[in-house]
Nanobody, 125 residues
Framework: QVQLVESGGGLVQAGGSLRLSCAASGLTFRNYHMGWFRQAPGKEREFVARISSSGGSTRYADSVKGRFTISRDNAKNTVYLEMNSLKPEDTAVYYC??????????????????WGQGTQVTVSS
């Protein structure tokens, strides 16, 4: 059974930092590109960042570029999202997702094979 479990969310003041983690189990982690998405109340889910299976390629939404960093540790089956200079508009539930390399989807895809349950990030002004 595949599980993606996010952690590290919480309440932080504007300008602060958080580090999210997503621990994967039940799959061959190195065979999956990983993504982070977020959904704010009343809004659609939006792409945040993506990292290739090897970690050699990353992509970010314009809204987080320069502030967020995605990384992964294939030995630990974990993907991270380092979030700095947080803004109130970053408030959302953050989800990690796994995209198998065999599907050869574009980096812009929202079609992922597995999703986590999400972790809440709240940024106060």
């Amino acid at each position: 059974q595949v599980q993606l479990v996010e952690s590290g969310g919480g309440l932080v003041q504007a300008g602060g930092s958080l580090r999210l983690s997503c621990a994967a189990s039940g799959l061959t982690f190195r065979n999956y590109h990983m993504g982070w998405f977020r959904q704010a109340p009343g809004k659609e889910r939006e792409f945040v960042a993506r990292i290739s299976s090897s970690g050699g390629s990353t992509r970010y939404a314009d809204s987080v570029k320069g502030r967020f960093t995605i990384s992964r540790d294939n030995a630990k089956n974990t993907v991270y999202l380092e979030m700095n200079s947080l803004k109130p508009e970053d408030t959302a539930v953050y989800y990690c997702a796994a995209d198998h390399i065999i599907d050869i989807r574009p980096a812009t895809t929202y079609e992922y094979d597995y999703w986590g349950q999400g972790t809440q990030v709240t940024v106060s002004s």
